[in-house]
């Protein structure tokens, strides 16, 4: 137990790296705290959204939604809400399961949230009983964060939480969020409920949210950033939860502005720690999380001051941005590397007012376009994340009056990241990553690609399975989805890549004329590889396919080379030195040395849900075993249409 805490921490909150903290303090430097003191927009009278007695505002606001919205409330109105047993709690200990928590306190807090925007759309207290009983639910409940969250922060070294004191996660936050939101607009209705009910709530938001963030130090808020340490999604969106909190229930104006500045202290270790390039080392399915979130924090910090804190014409600010819409490949995959699923990411409502704020149009038509796709009423709500439900219905009519499109830039590249995308005129959409060992959410990827036909994956990276105790634990690179011989690599001496900083990759570089990313992974790999130089070489032919050279140096023979591809289609190695690939009718082949390999091909059977929805019952990894073993050389790989 002890060991993975310890990794766990290492790994999510103290990790040491390469990656480059660029002192900005954007938001510092924007305003101090006398600054805020002056420009805080007092009681609440930042808020634009109709008081719950506006029905036309109501119905306005909610237009064509309010039947649908009504009716997914009707639905929670006889719900029973479920308890979270302390076995459920413990089974994170015991097995590593998370979800056997998660999906009992997750279904009450989905009907919680129904039953809130029912009764804001409706506006006849029918939903109030319900919505009393969600409440005062979950104040009973001991704490609102996750199984797997907990003994990262407590005392006790347990998923059991303590009743001694109270933690801000992931969940906990937005909850505290939600309720911040829903004392805010119904609790003078709930006064005639009971008026304990909205005096526990606000109690509980003062004990739960407000107390705990002004007097800990939580390491996602990076409080004592050191040199080297990580600061991921869980920053901007806990702290955009938090100001939501400060911001509807906090009246009093210096305490107001206090806990606003230490939000804004917290949220410029994020920016400090990302890149000016603007890429999202979590992956597009991270991205509303992590960037997204930053977003909704600041534009809350926007409104809340009147618009007198605000950063977005920072060129930053519009890099980060625009990474969703310039990692769409279509047809609803998107490049993923690390834990990041190659479907998914981003709300269209978040990325258009994104794309609005930055002055993005290549955001604002990409959102359009994800709209045009996917109309539905899942389109506007957010579930328990009432700002960004609101804000979708706020922008809902602007954003289906803009002309939907997709980026179809050449290449994006991002020399700080160092993550590189190029497509050409026959179909082709390469992906190629460099980078290190110990990024946010890490596999052991350093100089891995994925190459996509006519929109649809054939070279891939799996993703992640569903997380439990041993994905962010010391046992994490047991799982084969982090290991990079299951991604598109070589084992080098019958070595892989190694986690941690020092694993990382050597003069990266992009040629935007000759399409060509070159990465240097020789680092990526332990002293045991014996490799001096692996120089990995892509390059797409403008009319053609993609060329993949290995360029190496050993210093010591041990075993044969193994360069391996993962590929969603069954590759077929029935013909020498060509591998054919076909996938939903889309039909690739791979051309190599038969002199120099002998290919092998492992069917990966997908057990896990959150693999098999993406890529369905199985994926398949080539592997060309080298037949001889080479101090020095070249692999050249040809793939073509």
């Not at 805080?40 to 649908?68: C, H, M």
């Not at 606000?202 to 739960?208: E, F, G, I, P, S």
């Not at 959410?441 to 990276?461: A, R, S």
Request: charged share 20%; proline share 3%.
């Amino acid at each position: 137990m002890i060991k993975n805490i310890l990794f766990l921490v290492f790994l999510v909150g103290l990790s040491f790296s390469t990656k480059a903290y660029d002192v900005k303090d954007l938001l510092q430097k924007e305003a101090d705290l006398t600054k805020i003191k002056s420009c805080l927009i007092l009681n609440q009278k930042w808020v634009k959204y109709p008081a719950y007695t506006d029905r036309k505002g109501w119905d306005a606001l909610f237009s064509n939604y309010k039947e649908e919205i009504i009716r997914k409330g009707e639905k929670a109105l006889n719900y029973e809400w479920k308890v979270v047993k302390a076995t459920d709690y413990l089974e994170f200990d015991r097995s590593g399961s998370r979800v056997i928590m998660e999906v009992p306190f997750n279904a009450n807090n989905s009907a919680l949230g129904d039953l809130v925007m029912a009764e804001l759309a409706e506006g006849k207290g029918r939903f109030l009983d319900q919505i009393a009983n969600g409440i005062w639910h979950s104040c009973e409940m001991t704490s609102w964060a996750l199984s797997a969250h907990t003994e990262r922060e407590q005392v006790e070294k347990t998923a059991l939480p303590t009743y001694k004191q109270f933690i801000i996660d992931l969940t906990s936050a937005d909850m505290g969020a939600f309720f911040a939101w829903t004392y805010y607009f119904l609790k003078d209705e709930l006064v005639k409920v009971n008026p304990m009910v909205p005096e526990r709530l606000r109690k509980n938001l003062q004990d739960r949210i407000l107390d705990p963030y002004m007097n800990r130090s939580f390491w996602w808020m990076a409080t004592n950033y050191k040199p080297g340490g990580m600061v991921n999604n869980w920053n901007p969106w806990c702290n955009s939860d938090v100001l939501e909190c400060f911001m509807l229930l906090e009246n009093d104006p210096d305490k107001l502005a206090e806990g606003v500045y230490r939000t804004m202290v917290s949220v410029d270790k994020f920016i400090n720690y990302n890149h000016l390039d603007g890429a999202c080392e979590e992956g597009p399915s991270y991205w509303g999380h992590a960037h997204g979130k930053m977003y909704d924090y600041l534009q809350l910090l926007s409104n809340l001051t009147g618009g007198k804190v605000n950063i977005f014409s920072q060129p930053m600010i519009k890099n980060m941005g625009e990474y969703i819409a310039k990692s769409y490949v279509g047809n609803g995959w998107v490049v993923n590397f690390a834990d990041a699923s190659a479907k998914g990411g981003g709300e269209k409502g978040m990325i258009f007012r994104f794309g609005k704020a930055v002055n993005s149009q290549v955001m604002k038509q990409f959102a359009a376009y994800l709209y045009e796709r996917d109309n539905k009423v899942d389109d506007i709500n957010a579930g328990r994340d009432v700002f960004r439900t609101l804000e979708n219905l706020t922008s809902h009519n602007e954003l289906i009056n803009t002309t939907p499109s997709t980026d179809k830039s050449a290449y994006s590249w991002y020399p700080q990241t160092e993550f590189c995308y190029m497509r050409n005129s026959t179909g082709f959409f390469f992906a190629g990553k460099g980078g290190y060992n110990a990024e946010s959410h890490n596999h052991n990827d350093v100089g891995t690609f994925c190459l996509y036909l006519d929109e649809t994956p054939i070279f891939i990276d799996a993703g992640v399975g569903t997380y439990t105790r041993q994905t962010f634990s010391s046992e994490r690179y047991s799982i084969w989805t982090m290991q990079s011989n299951y991604h598109n690599l070589p084992m080098i001496n019958g070595v892989p890549q190694s986690d941690g900083p020092q694993y990382k990759a050597k003069n990266t570089t992009f040629n935007s004329v000759s399409s060509t990313f070159s990465v240097d992974i020789a680092n990526a790999y332990k002293p045991e590889a014996a490799v001096s130089k692996w120089v990995r070489t892509y390059k797409l032919e403008p009319k053609g396919g993609l060329i993949i050279e290995d360029n190496f140096n050993l210093s010591v023979l041990k075993n044969p080379n193994q360069i391996n591809f993962l590929t969603w289609g069954n590759p077929n190695i029935s013909t020498k030195g060509v591998v054919d690939f076909e996938v939903n009718g889309k039909k690739l082949q791979l051309s190599y040395d038969s002199k120099q390999f002998e290919p092998v091909v492992e069917t990966i059977v997908l057990t896990d849900e959150r693999l098999s929805s993406v890529w369905g019952k199985q994926v398949y990894r080539l592997s060309l075993n080298a037949k001889q073993k080479q101090i020095a050389g070249k692999y050249r790989f040809t793939i073509l249409k």
